[in-house]
Nanobody
Framework: QVQLVESGGGSVQAGGSLRLSCVASGSLFKISAMGWYRQAPGKQRELVARFSSGGLTNYADSVKGRFTSSTDNAKNTLYLQMNSLKPEDTAIYYC??????????????WGQGTQVTVSS
């Protein structure tokens, strides 16, 4: 019913930039929140940035000042602009969204993930 499709991952050198996109499609009655998480090998999945419908964005301390999340509501798309990338940013990046598919049903959805690799 709902699909989240990420794109934009890749390999860059330290100091470089990447822009991730996440497009939500399907039964989208209302999107309450969208965000980015990442998981590095051997580590737990962690929050990178979360954007709520109230307009607030929370960032992990490790990415503040370097990453910027934005949305295009008309396109149901979430972006993550990543600048000044560091090797420790290497991870699989996942898009997450809390979506009402009807006025009674709200659930969390995840994308398939996109790999970001930063070399030193």
């Amino acid at each position: 019913q709902v699909q989240l499709v990420e794109s934009g991952g890749g390999s860059v050198q330290a100091g470089g930039s990447l822009r991730l996109s996440c497009v939500a499609s399907g039964s989208l009655f209302k999107i309450s929140a969208m965000g980015w998480y990442r998981q590095a090998p051997g580590k737990q999945r962690e929050l990178v940035a979360r954007f709520s419908s109230g307009g607030l964005t929370n960032y992990a301390d490790s990415v503040k000042g370097r990453f910027t999340s934005s949305t295009d509501n008309a396109k149901n798309t979430l972006y993550l602009q990543m600048n000044s990338l560091k090797p420790e940013d290497t991870a699989i990046y996942y898009c997450n969204a809390r979506i009402w598919t009807t006025k009674w049903d709200e659930n969390d959805y995840w994308g398939q993930g996109t790999q970001v690799t930063v070399s030193s």
